[in-house]
C-alpha cells in the first residue's frame, strides 16, 4: 500500500487529523520519570526518553493516526539516543500508529540516498513511514529521497513554509512573481501529481510542511498542491487554532494532519491546566489534551 | 581559541587547505576489509567504517589540517554507525585534526539547540569543531547553531551556492536583485563580522559552503563574504579545478578549505590510478593522492 493510502486509511480510521509530535526533552519531562537520572548521563536520559516515549505511544495510540518523533532531540543524548529512537519508531509502528521522522534532512545525490536509507530504506535501523527534507540544495537533492520513498511505500514531507517567526527570511522573498516557498510548492505539486497519477490515488508520496502560523498562506498552498499532504506545525504552544488550519483539508476532511507536541506531551505543565494533574498523572494529561485536540476536529473527516 | 584562530592555525601548520571528507560506502570500500561481511549486517558494516576512516585518519593525519565526516553514510548503518561516527570523531580530534560534521541539519528553535548540543556541545556525543546548517528555515533556525558554536569555540559552516547542478532551483532565483544564494551570504557575513570585530580576528565563527564547481560565484562570494571561512565542495570527483577555487583564497592563502572525498578516501579505484595499486595496497593509494592534492595547493598558504 502507498503511503498516502496508508496515512488516508489510519486518518479515517481514527477519524481525525491530529498529529502527535514525539519531541523529549529532559527539562520538560515529568519528574517521577527522572528520579535519580542526572542530564549528564546520556545513557541515563536516552532511557527516559525510551520510557516517556513508549508511555506517550500507549496513551495516544487507540485515539491518533500519527506520530512525528524529532531526530534532534533523541540525537542530542548522542548514540543511545538513537538506540532508544529505534525501539520508538518499531514500538509505535507495533501500535499500527503511521511514523513520520521529523529530521529535516538534505544532501546531494548518493549521500541524499544514504540518508533515505537510513530513515525509510528496506534495511533501515530507523525504519519510518516518512520523512522531512529540507530542499535548499535543489531538486537533484530531492530526488533520491523521493525515489527511495517511492520504491518502499513510504513518504517525504519537504518543508514549504515553515512556522516559526524568522522563516520568511528565504522563504517569502519574491522571484520571478512567486515566493520561494511557491517555487518549493510548485515543485512538490508537479512530482506528487507524477506520482498519484501513475497509481490511480488522489496523494502522491511528497508532502508539504506548512505552518499553521500563516492560516492565508496555508490556504492558498492546499489549493496550489492539490496532489500533496501537508504536514502543519505550529498548532498550539505555537498559537495556530482550528481557525487556522481549517481550510488545510480537502472536501474529505483529508489531505491535512495537524501537529502538536509540547501541548500534549507536556501537558502536565499546561498553564490551562494548572493544578489539574499531579506530576504522577501525566499521562492523564497526555490523554486529557489528546481528546481535546482530537474534539476541535471532531467534524471534519468526512 | 576561536574555531577560526583553530582552523587558521592547523592550515599554516600543515601548509595547505586540503580537507578530506570521510564518506564511506560500502560498495567503494577495498575489498580486504570487507571480507566475511555481508552489506546486510549492519553491526559488521559500521565496523568496517570505523577501521577503513581509522586508517585512512592514520594516513593523512601527518598531511593535512582537517576532516569533514559525512553523516549521512554512518547513519545509512543505524546505531551502530553513529557509535562509529563517534569514535571516528575523537579519533580524529585526537591527531590534531580539526573535524567538520557534513550533517546539513536545520530546525527552529529549541529544536535547533537540541541538533547544537548533539554535534557542537559541551556534553556532546559527537563533539566536533563544526557543522554543516542548511539555511532554508531562516535566521531564527540558525542562530541557536551560531550561539552553541560561539560558546563552546566551535562553527558552523551555512549552505549558500551547493555544488550540485541542481542546486540553482532555489539558489539562484533572483529577488529584490539578489539571488537567493546572495540572501544567505549576505546573513552570513553579517554574522560572521560581528563576531570576528569582538574578538579582534579575521573571521567568525560562520563560515559557508560554496561548490568549486561554480567559480564565478566562487570569486563574487569571496568579496562578498570577507569574515567567512569558506567550505569548497566539488573538488576533483564532481569536477572542480586548482583554478576553478584560486579566488577562493584571501591574500594569506587562508580563508577556504577544499574538499575532496572520493578523490582521495577511494583513490585506489581512481581511473587515472589504474593499475597502479592493489587492493590491499589502498593506503598508499589514498596518500599518493593526497601529496598530489597537496602539491597543487603547495604555494598557496603564504
Redo the contacts between chains.
Sequence with gaps: MTFSAKLSAAVRAKKTPVLVGI?P?FKSIPECLKTGVSE?D?KGVANVYRTFSFRILDVIAPHVACVKP?L??F?????????AL?DVIEYARKLGLVVIL?G?????????E??A???L?E????KGDALTV????????VLPFVNVAQQNDAGIFV?VK??????????D????GRT?FQ??AD?VEKTAAEFAREKGEKYGAVGAVVGATYPEQLAELRKRMPHAWLLVPGFGAQGGTVQDVAHAFDEDGLGAIINNSRGIIFAHARKDYAGKFADSDWEKAVETAVLEMKAQFADFIR
Tied chains: 1, 2.
Excluded at 529540507?134 to 537533492?141: A, F, M, R, W
Excluded at 516559526?164 to 522563504?171: A, E, H, R
Excluded at 522573498?173 to 520571478?176: E, I, Q
Aim: net charge negative; hydrophobic share 35%.
Design positions: 519531541d526533552r549528564y546520556l524529532q534532534a532531540f540525537e542530542a543524548v548522542g548514540p543511545y539516543g538513537m538506540l529505534a521529523d529535516k534532512r538534505n544532501d546531494i545525490g548518493s549521500t541524499a544514504g540518508y536509507a537510513a530513515y530504506g534495511s533501515s535501523a530507523w529540507s530542499p535548499y540544495l535543489g531538486e537533484d537533492s518543508l515553515t512556522s516559526n517567526p524568522g522563516g520568511g527570511m528565504l522563504q522573498l519574491v522571484a520571478d520561494i517555487h518549493t515543485w
